[in-house]
């Protein structure tokens, strides 16, 4: 028994990623074909290449048919997945198992949501009928418990936590205003964040990720095949998935400053990866900052940060693009947008550029430079205390 | 074989509306003091689960046979209102559920239908009184309920023994409503009042000719109804205008409708000395005397919520738009959020120890206590190995918090609050009657039954926290 990974058998050779945003010019099927045909032309292959596909998308269609009627796949099978926001990461972790089982050659990862057409503020879920017992609070209301039970726990007063809650959203505008796929490609200072409308708790407007439509796909296949399709691909080093008892609202000892289902998460796929010091041996992560505070808590969680640490090190601009450790560089969630079932594959597009040093010149981080050849992308899914979490390392090494 | 009231409970909903809000706004109307008003989440129903439960956390209350539900304003028709305060008192399915609604009479009936039975009986009492904006009833009138358990000696100690009951009935219009209107119209007062003068006169000749008694043997005279004029005059018209009377809640909370008498007979016990003597009075569509007094009983009653600190917490802050918004008055913009889904009748009914009466579990192996109930234990993975265990009566604190702007509530924004309770057991929950300047970790609450919203007609009732005051 064990979680043994697939480390270096399987490689990514091509992806492709819309742009974000209030896409009201765009449909569901028009983002989707626009991914998947940037994938198969990155990898340099057409769709008849393809033996397989997975899909990920939390509310924007159901089935395989979703994906393979605007495309005209050909009889291929078709894998529709769902895990929340993790979605698009669930699709790309099943992909590239299958290619490692050796049951197909050449497969394709791909993400979409089209969240802009239900005219509604915020995220909207399905309901499954119920009793209506259940404390119906929006999800930035969920994420805002982190903030007075973090400030609680390590000392920090509640003025310094919306100071270090404005410095996340300010570094991932920043990153997001050098990012032409983002939905918000603008900086935005300090005092207009601390100052806009509270949504939640601690939260205003700019402590909330964007709700985006997009589309993001991946081409992978076994890692001796990859040089066939690319000269610089990308290996997988770690997938790591947890999902837990949801012990926190039940669980007196929970005490919202952390989230169980990534610390466990993130050790898993250090082990796979054989990362023993993840600040100083990664070169970048793209973290699942759906909030403010989520960025901070993960920060620990991920063991970038000591415990009660986070904090200080996000001030101190350890997590900046031209930080130790460059958290987002591409403006994560917060201003690349999230369209729930394209965001796990968007950060791995973000690895694909910048680990490949394809990035834009002014967001190019410069770890990579140092030597660094390894990337984290890291999605959650629910709410601090119930939450599925998964991580992913890439390299662009073997070995 | 004594037969009497074995206890006694009151719920004045925290809110009350200083009268002077509606002259401001409206340029006329309103007048001086405060009325108490049910707050958004809170209905007949709902304020008479928390009356009950006032009243049976003050004594060791038997399991009743009956449970009846009186109001003006039941939250629905069709369905069986006391349904669901049956189901939050966590009652036997063998203990009787019927509801006595309509008229402000209801009380009475059910007080009547009690006292001649042999079992012990529990009715709740509640209005949530509407008005036209600037009408007088809309200052006047104030929402609460009361619950009041009747048995006998072999129940439970009788704190106050029925002594006797007369009622003379008469038809005349006075008030009326028609089914579906969230207001009442009534007569030209003067007339009112004088049919009522003549019935209480009747009422009182008749009570105390059965009982054998005088005006001199009664010590406090409780006199109730929704005719104010006619309530004035009534000792005088009864020939008790020597006796003291109770205290006149109405300045503070207003005229409570169908719970009125049970209120303010509460209010005197609450108080009372052994060998009181009251005499109730009260003027609905007739008039209805009935006769207790108290025993040496009521010297170990203690009331678990006494009316007086109710009627003094109230927070008065409450504004007049928002109380119009509360009562449906005003429509305001809801949030660009979906509509609300009501609960779905079948998980309602598999959980409703859940869900009615807050029933957690406790696994045997730990000790660990879970809400909801949890079947395969956190620790150790134990399958249906748990007990079960009522939750509502306990206290908790608030361990984190949020103030959610974005969801929809009838009155935003909600405030949810994680808490832990004492003795173990956590849950998230909306926090109620609280401003959200008031939360902060380590904050002290207690539960409470409330209406969460209503959808598709559906009222869904769970439990909510509020401050401990």
Known sequence: MGSRGIKDQVAIVGMGCTQFGERFDRSLDDMIIEAAHAAYDSAGISQDDVDAFWFGTLGSGTSGLTISKPLKIDYKPVTRVENMCASGSEAFRNAAYAVASGAFDVVMAIGAEKLKDNGMSGLVGAQVPDDGTKTQITAPASFSLLAPAYGEKYGVEPDTMKAVMARIAWKNHYNGARNPRAQFQKEVSIETICNAPLVAGQLGIFDCSGVSDGSAAAILCRAEDAYKYCDNPLFVKALAFTSGPGAGPLDPDYDYTTFDEVTRCAIDAYEQAGVTDPRTEIAMAEVHDCFTPTELVLMEDLQFSKRGEGWEDVMAGTFDLDGELPVNPDGGLKSFGHPIGASGLRMLFECWLQLRKEAPEDRQILSVDKGKTLGLTHNLGGRPGECVSFAAIVGSELG | MTRGILGYGVHVPYYRLQRSAIGATLGAGGGKGTRAVASYDEDATSMSVEAARAALGSFAAPTPAAVYFCSVTPPYLDKTNANAIHAALNYPSEVFAGDMVGSARSTTAALTAALNDRRPVLITSADVRTGRPGSGDEAALGDAAAAVMIGSDGDAPVIAEWIGTSSITHEFLDRWREPGWNYSRVWEERFGESVYNKLVAEAATVAFKDTELSAAD????????????????????????????????????????????????????????????????????????????????????????????????????????????????????????????????????????????????????????????????????????????????????????????????????????????????????????????????????????????????????????????
Request: hydrophobic share 40%; aromatic share 8%.
């Open chain 2, 218 to 469: 009664i010590d406090r005279v409780v006199i109730s109804g929704l005719h104010a004029r006619a309530v004035r005059s009534a000792a005088a018209a009864a020939g008790v205008s020597a006796v003291p009377s109770a205290q006149d809640l109405t300045a503070a909370i207003g005229n409570t409708g169908s719970a009125h008498g049970l209120v303010a007979l509460a209010q005197a016990l609450d108080t009372a000395e052994p060998d009181e003597t009251l005499m109730l009075i009260n003027l609905a569509d007739g008039c209805d005397v009935s006769i207790f007094r108290t025993t040496d009983a009521i010297v170990d009653y203690t009331p678990a919520r006494p009316v007086a600190q109710q009627v003094q917490q109230g927070n008065d802050s409450l504004e007049y738009a928002k109380f119009l918004t509360w009562r449906g008055y005003l429509d305001r913009e809801p949030p660009r959020r979906p509509d609300p889904e009501s609960p779905a009748g079948p998980p309602s009914e598999r959980n409703t120890g859940w869900k009615f009466a807050l029933i957690g579990s406790r696994d045997r192996g730990t000790g660990n206590v879970y809400l909801p109930p949890q079947r395969v234990a956190l620790e150790g993975g134990a399958v249906d190995d748990y007990e079960l265990v009522p939750m509502a009566d306990i206290e908790a604190t608030v361990a984190t918090f949020t103030i959610d702007h974005l969801a929809f509530s009838p009155s935003p924004p909600t405030l949810a609050v994680v808490v832990d309770f004492d003795g173990g057991g956590r849950f998230m929950t909306e926090l109620t009657d609280a401003d959200a300047d008031e939360v902060h970790i380590g904050l002290r609450v207690r539960m409470t039954f409330r209406k969460v919203l209503t959808a598709n007609g559906v009222h869904n009732y769970f439990w909510k926290a509020i401050p401990v005051r």
